[in-house]
């Protein structure tokens, strides 16, 4: 829509440099994970695996049916708000998509409840936990569509403040619930939606008082929707098969181990999957970031400035999710012990190979920024599609009974097949990328594997020199040692051989400096 049609955006006056935003999103995540550490080892202990396997089962189900409404709507909404910020009409016109897709899901649940579907939807469990699952799948999902509109309008700084202060309220309460007896499934629902509506609503706060968000003219007149309404379609329709294939098979996959498993294998491979999310919030900061600045390259047609982009942060994102999980890979036992305790025994075998996920999730999202900003959604969809179609029969095999033909594998069989798929799926992405950027994939596949083998060597040296040096079986001191250890050598490594983690001697100069002034003008800014 031409601009001076509606409201426009005032703006911010200092804009953020990207350093500087990544910075912020960096300390709010490392302060973050010391939360998220803090409540892993509260909660799985407090719940029990199957407790803590039902609700990641629940939760689960919405976020990816919530995904699937999403269609890639909030990205492409991200992305048209960085090129557009001041065309209010795009706030107005998926605020009227938000509505839809909230009025969608709470009638799929109300249908769902009138027939007898909701037990084989949701087996055995309680209807009151699925709409609470339903509720906080919605407001995450609206946290990460206002997250990615405050990174688009430059407000990333106060957004993570905000996060800071909503964290520190997090903790406290999970604290007091834990200590009072008080936490069990029903609290922990109601306790997650509190603070994510708490979070939700400074960010909204965040963005009108920036104004960029206009309440004088909420009304659309029909050829403005249909205009907009045609803008996103053909922006997000190649996406529809992908979102329903992919959304089916992941919401298959875990299903299938509820059905074959129950709770507890769930609660084993969720305790996984959550350890490893944990620690992506290093590289995950970047993202939204890496996007808006990919879809302004394009915009300009800068294809230099995407290569430049995409070379700089790809490996370095890459190494520094290697370096936490091939760490946690090889204290498996004694993470597991330390987070979750004896009765989460059987969940080391998964931890240590769920540990490598966020590791190719790194370069997933920086394929997924990188196709989005240049609109080659099609390319998306094909190898999303073609992964999930085959990767359903490889989650039969590996979780089905073996009185069906599978090989029982539970939790472990779910890990193995979600780790090796993604390394394909997002390597398969990484090979047309490749060739639409006219750089290497043989050094970016290397380069992978090299990272991985080299982490690896150096966490094992970690963990060796720690148990000679430390002869006690003090599980915290123990990592507290090979972690330093482990980290001195990774860092030395680094310093005098950066072209390992993909940077050069500039970069951490110029990081080192930004992290002691966070000055927005300095040097070599990549504004």
């Known amino acids: 829509m031409p601009e001076g049609k509606m409201p426009h955006f005032n703006g911010q006056k200092n804009v953020d440099s990207l350093r500087k935003r990544y910075i912020y999103k960096l300390f709010t995540n490392l302060f973050g994970l010391g939360i998220s550490l803090i409540t892993m080892g509260i909660v799985p202990r407090a719940l029990g695996p199957e407790n803590y396997g039902n609700f990641n089962f629940l939760t689960n189900f919405f976020n990816k049916v919530i995904s699937f409404l999403d269609m890639g709507t909030s990205t492409a909404f991200c992305t048209k708000i960085s090129k557009r910020q001041k065309d209010s009409g795009l706030m107005i016109f998926y605020s009227y998509f938000i509505v839809l897709v909230i009025t969608l899901i ?89 603070i994510s509506a708490l979070l939700l609503s400074f960010v909204l706060w965040i963005i009108k008082s920036n104004g960029f968000i206009q309440s004088r003219k909420w009304l659309m007149t029909g050829s403005e929707i249909i205009k907009y309404g045609k803008e996103f379609y053909n922006y997000s329709h190649p996406l529809f098969t992908y979102a329903l294939i992919v959304m089916g098979a992941e919401i298959a996959d875990r299903w299938l181990l509820q059905f074959f498993g129950g ?54 994102l890459f190494s520094i999710s290697a ?114 950027l006219k750089i290497s994939f043989v050094k970016n596949l290397l380069h992978q594997i090299f990272v991985i083998a080299f982490m690896l060597f150096l966490a094992f040296i970690g963990k060796s020199l720690g148990e000679i040096l430390l002869a006690s079986h003090n599980i915290i001191l123990n990592l507290l040692l090979a972690g330093s250890l482990y980290t001195t050598i990774a860092c030395l490594t680094a310093y005098f051989f950066p072209s390992i983690m993909g940077i050069t001697k500039e970069d951490i100069n110029k990081f080192i400096a930004l992290i002691v002034k966070l000055n927005p003008r300095a040097k070599g800014s990549d504004r």
């Open 106 to 194: 709470v009638m799929f649940v109300f249908i769902s409840f009138l027939t007898p579907f909701h037990k084989y939807i949701w087996p055995a469990q309680a209807k009151l936990f699925v709409v609470l699952a339903a509720v906080l799948g919605l407001l995450n999902w609206l946290l990460l569509v206002f997250g990615l509109v405050g990174d688009a309008y430059e407000l990333t700084v106060q957004a993570e403040i905000a996060k800071v202060f909503q964290r520190t309220i997090a903790l406290a309460i999970i604290i007091v619930l834990f200590i009072n007896l008080k936490l069990n499934i029903l609290n922990f629902f109601f306790y997650q939606i509190f």
């Open 263 to 316: 709770g507890t294998q769930q609660g084993f491979f969720s305790l996984s999957f959550n350890l490893g999310a944990a620690y992506a919030v290093f590289t995950t900061a970047m993202i939204p970031l890496l996007l808006r600045e990919f879809s302004i390259a394009h915009g300009e047609n800068d294809n230099k400035k995407l290569v430049r982009h995409f070379e700089r942060y790809g490996p370095l």
């Open 323 to 436: 370096y936490f999980s091939c760490f946690v890979a090889i204290e498996a036992f004694k993470i597991t012990h330390l987070f979750a305790g004896n009765q989460y025994s059987n969940a080391v075998i998964p931890i240590m190979i769920m540990a490598f996920y966020p590791i190719h999730q790194t370069y997933g999202q920086i394929n997924g920024t990188i196709l989005f900003a240049t609109n080659q959604t099609v390319l998306y969809r094909n190898t999303g599609v073609l992964m999930a179609l085959i990767g359903l029969p490889i989650t039969c095999l590996f979780i089905g009974p073996l009185n069906l033909g599978g090989l029982g594998m539970g939790a472990n069989g779910l890990a193995i097949k979600t780790v090796l798929f993604q390394f394909i799926g997002v390597n398969l992405q990484l090979y047309f990328i490749a060739k639409y």
